[in-house]
């Protein structure tokens, strides 16, 4: 079986005090053959369970991007949109934006390694890919957190490319150990077991050690957008504040999306970077169900202020990077 994959290079785009965005370039899609995997996953010691050929893994898209970070001022690529919303509409499958990943909804919580989907009790919720249940139980010993029952009634999916899934704070389990499931399959319910404030479901994707807790990401930049109410996908920002080393920074941002033919802005978001010690990743900041159109990132940073037109296109993903001194 053959698969096909793109190969991303990001680039880092250095920053100025204001300037107009670069014409986005041409995607080249690189191909090339790959032997059918057959994945295993155990559990525990006794247990073996393998993914079904028939399945399609999850490959996330790579993209070679012939982006200089010397001339553009972001990248837009097709992103690695590859997990569905775990839930469906009618039922809210829009991402809370009081509590989004790796924030501390102003010092008030521990720092988000998830994020979370309100919903009424019994809501259905739904495997985010193909993949084989690593867990599912009551979240009593400590594994996939610090704390006992933190997660309370817990679904672990393990997806293809050391990738996984977890769903928390069920009222209801639908699967079992070992089960083979497929993208869209209901597997628990909406509920507020373990610490949980209200119903919802809370999301989480890691990659590689699913036991670390520090192995989160990001689920909005692998979440398939949604669409608006006319039926036009929304495009996703990512956005890296670092200095000259790379190194990642915190700081608060605004983001405009600007009037038609002008460089006014008509509708601003307020967002933080993450904290610094979820600042492990490519990122450390995220917004999603943005309008195609232009947008004007602005902050402020040890006394100077720094601002970055940048496009937003549907279905897209569009990465920032602003260096700061």
């Keep these: 079986m053959k698969y096909f994959f793109l190969i991303f290079i990001f680039l880092v785009v250095s920053c100025g005090s204001s300037q107009n965005a670069s014409p986005s370039p041409e995607v080249i899609a690189i191909a090339s053959d790959l032997p059918t995997a057959t994945i295993i996953v155990i559990p525990t010691t006794t247990f073996t369970a393998t993914i079904s050929p028939s399945l399609t893994p999850v490959i996330p898209t790579l993209t070679q991007i012939p982006c200089d970070p010397r001339t553009a001022n972001y990248c837009i690529t097709d992103g690695h949109f590859i997990l569905r919303r775990p839930i469906k509409p009618p039922a809210n499958d829009s991402v ?15 720092p988000h390694h998830g994020v979370e989907f309100l919903n009424k009790f019994g809501t259905p919720v739904y495997a985010a ?12 010993e400590a594994i996939y957190s610090p704390w006992q029952n933190f997660y309370g009634n817990l679904v672990v999916l393990r997806h293809a490319d050391d990738l996984f899934t977890l769903y928390a704070h069920l009222s209801k389990i639908d699967a079992q150990l070992g089960d083979v499931v497929t993208v869209g399959e209901k597997i628990g319910e909406v509920g507020q077991s373990g610490v949980a404030t209200g119903s919802h479901l809370h999301f989480e994707v ?6 670390n807790y520090a192995s989160t990401r990001n689920p909005e930049v692998w979440l398939v957008p949604e669409k608006d109410d006319f039926n036009i996908q929304y495009g996703v920002v990512m956005i890296s504040i670092m200095d000259e080393k790379s ?7 605004t983001l405009g999306r600007a009037l038609e033919s002008s460089n006014l802005t008509r509708t601003t978001y307020y967002l933080n970077t993450y904290v610094n010690d979820m600042a492990v990743g490519d990122e450390n ?14 902050l402020e940073y040890n006394g100077h202020l720094y601002e970055r037109w940048v496009e937003v296109q549907s279905g897209k993903l569009t990465q920032v990077v602003i260096v700061v001194q």
Aim: proline share 4%; charged share 20%; no cysteine.
């Design 247 to 253: 190194q990642l920074h915190y700081a608060e941002l």
């Design 206 to 211: 890691r990659q590689g050690d699913v036991q």
């Design 129 to 140: 890919a193909d993949g084989v249940v690593l867990f599912a139980g009551p979240d009593v």
């Design 285 to 298: 900041a995220v917004l999603s169900n943005l309008s195609a159109g232009r947008y004007r990132i602005a």
């Design 96 to 110: 809370d934006r009081t509590y989004p990943y790796a924030s501390t909804a102003n010092g008030t919580r521990e």
